[in-house]
Each structure stands twice: as C-alpha cells, then as structure tokens.
C-alpha cells in the first residue's frame, strides 16, 4: 500500500444480525464486544492499534498526519453516535503515526448533544480498549482561567474536576458488568506520570512553551457565567471544558494510561461588568492556528511513549 493512500469503508451488517435488529446499548458489554469485532473485521485492519487518540474541537487534522489510513465514516458504524458540532469530522481513522498503529477518534461525541448519556458518549474509549490500545491521548479545546495560562496555549492536563461526575452523572452509574472492569475506580493517577513527563520532554525538543494545569469538564452547552469561572478557579482550576473527564474515567476502569491536553483557545470571563461575548468560531480559529504545533507536539509523543 502507498503511503499517502487511504480507504474509506463501507459498511455491511449481513453478518451481524444483532447490530442489525437490536437497539445498542452502551453499557451491554455483549454489545460493545460485537461492535469491537464489527470494526476489526469491516476495516480489514493490517493490525491492532496500540494507542487511541481522541481529537478535540478543530483539532481533527492530528488524524490527517497518520500513514496507511483506513476510515471509517460514524454513520457507517451501527449504534455509534454521531457528532454534529463544527470543528469535528465524524471519522474513526486508523493508520501510522511514525512508529506505532494508532486509531483516531476524528469528533468527540459531547455529552450535552446526547441528553447527557455519558455511557454512550465513551462507548469509543471501551471500543479502543477491546480493539488492543493499551493507552489513550485526548486533546480538547477549552477556555483558559488567567493568570497561569493564555490565549494559544496549550496545556497539560495534570488532574481534572469532572462536575457531571460530582452531580451522579458518572458513565459509570448503573449496575456494573465486571468484564469492563471495577465498579469502584480510583482516579489518583488518572493522567500517567510518566507520559506527562515524556510530554514535558516532547515540548522541551521542539520549543513548545508547555503549560500544566486543572481542567474542569462542566455539562455545557453554555459558557461559564463569569460566576462560576471564579468559583472554579476557588477551586484551583486553570482551563474549563464540556469533555475529557468522562472518557479518561472510562478508560482508566478499563486499565488504558492516559494523557490529555487542552488548547486554550479563549479567555474565561471573570467580571460580569467587563465580560465579553465566547463562541464557538472563536473556538475553531485558535485551534485551526495552533493545529501545526497540536498535531507536531502529539507525533513526537507518540513515537517517544514506551508502553
């Protein structure tokens, strides 16, 4: 196969009736295996990805540097949710990334387009780790607290307060099927130690001023009141964002090491006197400026992780 060439797939469900006929339900684990193999066998995958890497808002040119493409439209994936938000492709992408087979998930699905179905929304996290990733990276676009980081930056995620998680929003409410993995899952080490410092490391080599913070992931749609952003930053919090927390908490029950980062791509208000307007195209310029770098700084920590 040329390096540069890429397969689109069709999707066929004559063999698989219960994709067919029954309606998907995301925390049946039977479902999610048969739509692991669905994916595997309809890809015709030359081999199984090490690594799944979930592009955030306009960040979905990260999938676009991969070699030997295969993709895999979400329409084409029965009981897959769909994304209709600007900025985010709508593409399952496996390929190269230099030296290791990593799938991409091109457009995240945001709990706030699916009446908050956080176990759906993280249905690809469970699909990743079935299909063999060992690891995840997500990448997202979220407003920055000042003083610590500013327009353009990006920063690592060091630690998250998953606000839906609080309120018994959790993907993983409900009756747990152990073959997904613990009921109770600790989050102390949610984002590896290690691929934070192999990130730090990445951003050294290729002169990257590299931020490390807080992410607090709210239920959105709508931007934080000027109120709230001060309460979160009470709360020791540096960016703000409508994702992440749930899909890094599914992937640690499912035993997968994790990395995030976010491009801030505005500035939270903090007065209401002097707030100004945030909207999305604001969003997708500041990640469609800084998706070079985001797209530079993700192929260098994937080849330098060790797992």
């Known amino acids: 196969m040329n390096l540069n060439s890429e397969i ?25 295996c048969e739509l692991a193999k669905y994916i595997l066998e309809i890809g015709n995958l030359p081999k199984k990805p090490i690594i799944g890497i979930i592009c955030g808002s306009g960040l979905g040119d990260i999938a676009e540097i991969l070699t030997e493409k295969i993709t895999i439209p979400y329409s084409k994936i029965p009981g897959f949710p769909t994304t209709n938000i600007p900025g985010h492709k709508g593409n399952l992408v496996f390929g190269n990334m230099g030296n290791k087979y990593v799938v991409c998930l091109q457009g995240r699905f945001h709990a706030y387009e699916h009446d908050m ?71 102390h080490d949610a984002y590896d130690r290690e691929f934070r410092s192999v990130a730090k490391n990445v951003a050294e080599k290729i002169n990257l001023n590299l931020k490390e913070g807080i992410l607090v992931m709210s239920g959105g749609p709508q931007y934080e009141t000027p109120s709230e952003v001060r309460l979160y930053q009470t709360l020791g919090a540096n960016a703000l964002g409508m994702s992440t927390a749930h899909e890094v908490t599914v992937a640690r029950q499912c035993g997968l090491r994790c990395l995030a980062f976010s491009l801030i791509t505005n500035i939270c208000n903090l007065e209401v006197d002097t707030a100004v307007e945030v909207c999305h195209e604001e969003v997708l310029e500041m990640s469609k400026k800084a998706g070079k770098t985001a797209c530079k700084f993700v192929y260098e920590i994937v080849n330098d992780l060790v797992l």
């Open 8 to 32: 689109t797939v069709e999707s066929d469900l004559t063999n698989y009736p219960s994709l067919f006929n029954e309606k998907f339900n995301p925390k049946n684990y039977n479902h999610i």
């Open 117 to 187: 179905n956080m176990a759906l929304c993280t249905t690809p996290v469970r699909i990743f780790s079935l299909l063999g990733c060992k690891a995840i990276i997500v990448s997202n676009a979220a407003g920055g607290i000042p003083d610590k980081v500013t327009y353009g930056d990006i920063m690592l995620v060091k630690d998250h307060i998953f606000m839906p998680g609080l309120s018994g929003m959790s993907p993983l409410v409900g009756i747990n099927d152990k073959r997904f993995g613990p009921t109770f899952v600790s989050v």
